[in-house]
């Protein structure tokens, strides 16, 4: 399977506690998005990777997120002392070429539940 | 305001419909536009991107009317498989893509 692969799928954690999800882009494709998705809504936007160089977040993004993009390959998104406003699905998408094309090809999610 | 807006339906419509979404954005600097579609717990996938002549892939129809700042897509001769929900996206210069709500279609046998 050459699309965007993205574990775990599903996590359920307590309250306080630190996850972390990753994503495997499509091979070669240099952009990498971060976004999350509640239940009714469309995706929101977090955080974006150009290579390995974090290019802009949003202010969704809190201190308690925190995302990394070693060698402009894979990524981590982590999430530390959760929330339960924090349980969403993680979806991260990738986009070939160095512009914005608007194109992205995103993996199936990381649903995580906060009780 | 929010950016980009959409109604979230949920469209009830009888197998071999046409029906019509529209997506109102609100940053006039936006470029580019797109649909994606959203099957129910699955991810978002790239439909189609909005011309600024309109274009049509099949049975689906892209609309951009700048001037009222509002894309459209148009589905003919709907299918039990069109059922998904549909997000509209805009962009404008390196910012990140910003998606709708979505609208929620149902098509129904």
């Known amino acids: 399977d050459t699309g965007v692969s993205q574990n775990p799928r599903h996590k359920i954690t307590k309250r306080g506690q630190n996850v972390t999800f990753r994503c495997d882009p499509i091979s070669e494709h240099n952009r990498l998005y971060w976004y999350r998705q509640t239940l009714g809504q469309g995706p929101e936007f977090l955080t974006y990777f150009q290579n390995e160089a974090q290019l802009e977040k949003s202010r969704l993004l809190s201190d308690r997120f925190s995302a990394e993009r070693p060698k402009g390959s894979f990524s981590t998104l982590e999430i530390q002392r959760t929330e339960q406003g924090d349980s969403a699905m993680y979806l991260c998408?990738?986009?070939?070429?160095?512009?914005?094309?608007?194109?992205?090809?995103f993996g199936e999610g990381s649903r995580l539940t906060v009780l | 305001r929010k950016e980009v807006e959409q109604d979230p339906g949920p469209f009830n419509v009888p197998e071999g419909a046409t029906v019509a979404f529209n997506c109102t954005y609100s940053n006039s600097a936006s470029q580019s536009f797109f649909w994606y579609r959203q099957d129910c717990r699955k991810e978002p996938k790239l439909l189609m991107s909005v011309y600024s002549s309109g274009n049509e892939d099949g049975r689906f129809t892209a609309q951009l009317n700048r001037a009222s700042q509002y894309i459209s897509l148009l589905i003919r001769d709907s299918k039990l498989s069109d059922s998904a929900t549909y997000l509209c996206g805009t962009l404008s210069g390196n910012t990140p893509l910003v998606f709708g709500k979505g609208t929620r279609l149902s098509v129904i046998a």
């Open positions: 998408a990738t986009e070939t070429g160095g512009w914005n094309t608007g194109e992205l090809f």
